[in-house]
């Protein structure tokens, strides 16, 4: 059971509780109904999408790790055009606020994939991935050098119909200062972090366990690292923070939120264990009559 104890604002909007889908966990919401239903959600982040189809990386794609994975998908996904006439209009109706992540492999392909999002009906907000796997190189130098990164908000926001969430990359020097340059380019929101670039080796093989050489790691053992990244990050700019990486209990979304998160993301946790979401919820709830709080609300802070 829940309450309006747990909405929380959120880009000037009502969001019936802090928990949100991590884009690339929960597909396009409409996935696994009977095992964690889309209404659980305050809202749902989709699995990046991209003007034109991508075929992602070659397998295997998934390695277990202690306390994570590690995942080199490479963005797999259908295109914009296939998603808006297949998927959305079964999306739409379902109520729950709806952020649209997305990519590109050039400049050109990330602003055909802003106007087509925001010819959409109903979106929620637009998340803008700042990692980007697919041209290995521009796309480090896209999440880690405020300037690159700022010229392509700069690019993009006015293209956009709903809000611009711009979500960060843990792959960097200093993360506060690509935050700024994103705040200052005309960002509404930031998530982060994304996956941090690891690998896993097949010993007997001699050789990587994924398909690709390295991968984005995910799960409990980046909590420590996202956590101190919200910190800073909420310390450095002044607009709304959606924090994920390693969520995984009731304590770790209080302590994302306690550290500046309004919204929480999970990703690897709904992998793992579906129920995860509302045992999270369950929890808070649990917390707030402890501590004597009225409202989750109420835990936002910028420790
Ligand atoms: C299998 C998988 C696919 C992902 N796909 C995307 C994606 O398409 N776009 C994106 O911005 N992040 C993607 N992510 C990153 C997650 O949204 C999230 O930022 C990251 O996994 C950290 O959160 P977690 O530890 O709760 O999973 C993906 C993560 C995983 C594990």
Redesign the pocket.
Known sequence: MTSNRLEVTFLGKTIKNPIVA????YGYGLEQPELLPPEAFGAI?L??LSATPKRGNPPP??AETPC??L?S?G?E?VGIEAFAKNTWPHLRGLGVPIIA?F?GDDETEFQKAAQMLSDLEGLFAM?L?L?CPNKPQWGRILASDPKVASRLVRLIKPLCRYPLIV?LSPNVASISEVAKACEDSGADAL?????LLGMAIDVDAKSSRLGTRFG?L???S??PI?LRMVSEVSRAVRIPIVG?????SPEDAIGMMLAGASLV?????L?VNPFGVEEIKQGMLAYLDRHGLEKVACLQGRL
Request: aromatic share 4%.
């Open positions: 991590a884009s690339g966990c982040t699995k990046g794609r998934i994570g994975m995942n998908i963005l996904n992540n990519f998340e991935n990692s979500k998530s982060l972090i994304n996956t984005g995910s799960g409990p980046i909590y996202a994920m990486g390693g969520v995984s993301g999970v990703g690897t946790l992998l």
